[in-house]
Antibody, heavy 122, light 106 residues
Framework: QITLKESGPTLVKPTQTLTLTCTFSGFSLSTSGVGVGWIRQPPGKALEWLALIYWDDDKRYSPSLKSRLTITKDTSKNQVVLTMTNMDPVDTATYYC??????????????WGQGTMVTVSS | AIRMTQSPSSFSASTGDRVTITCRASQGISSYLAWYQQKPGKAPKLLIYAASTLQSGVPSRFSGSGSGTDFTLTISCLQSEDFATYYCQQYYSSLTFGGGTKVEIK
């Protein structure tokens, strides 16, 4: 059974760097085809994809946020970490991590974490 | 960047109705499209990928069609548990979600 859980601060100040950790079980990020992504959702708004890391350490970022994002993996700890710099109140959102489906050539997310709400405020 | 536009943004329907949601891509994406369902306070659930392939465990009343720029999600007979917000997502070039379509009870 695959599970994912996000953790990190619930409140950050403007200009600070946000660090979120996704801890997962039921799969290994060293297995061919596996990927973990981050998606966020501001209150009452749509989903926005942020980043995706694959088993081979290939990394993809949202073009609009690429300069602010870094995604890394720690295979031994079954964790994926997302950092976002220069946080702003508009970054207030629920942040989800999700498992990329194992279906070849399909970058969709079949298992999601419960999400973690991050508020940016001074 | 590819933009995904969903229509309508919301609508009301009754149990038993056949409903269709549309998603349009700003450029051709072949069949690289997924659909998700999201209920309030919950994470999204993958319904369909590759435009028309049903994810395992998803009821057969859900179906998807389209290729290129125009796609549809159809629910053949709306059930009470289907009232939710639906999102399309392209994965042809980078990843982009649509703005969502909320299906409300009439």
């Amino acid at each position: 059974q695959i599970t994912l859980k996000e953790s990190g601060p619930t409140l950050v100040k403007p200009t600070q760097t946000l660090t979120l950790t996704c801890t997962f079980s039921g799969f290994s990020l060293s297995t061919s085809g596996v990927g973990v992504g981050w998606i966020r959702q501001p209150p009452g708004k749509a989903l926005e994809w942020l980043a995706l890391i694959y088993w081979d350490d290939d990394k993809r970022y949202s073009p609009s946020l690429k300069s602010r994002l870094t995604i890394t993996k720690d295979t031994s700890k079954n964790q994926v970490v997302l950092t976002m710099t220069n946080m702003d109140p508009v970054d207030t959102a629920t942040y989800y991590c999700a498992h990329r489906t194992m279906i070849v050539v399909v970058d969709a997310f079949d298992i999601w974490g419960q999400g973690t709400m991050v508020t940016v405020s001074s | 960047a590819i933009r995904m536009t969903q229509s309508p943004s919301s609508f009301s329907a009754s149990t038993g109705d056949r409903v269709t949601i549309t998603c349009r891509a700003s450029q051709g994406i072949s069949s690289y499209l997924a659909w998700y369902q999201q209920k309030p306070g919950k994470a999204p659930k993958l319904l369909i990928y590759a435009a028309s392939t049903l994810q395992s465990g998803v009821p057969s009343r859900f179906s998807g069609s389209g290729s290129g720029t125009d796609f549809t999600l159809t629910i053949s007979c709306l059930q009470s548990e289907d009232f939710a917000t639906y999102y399309c997502q392209q994965y042809y070039s980078s990843l982009t979600f649509g703005g969502g379509t909320k299906v409300e009870i009439k």
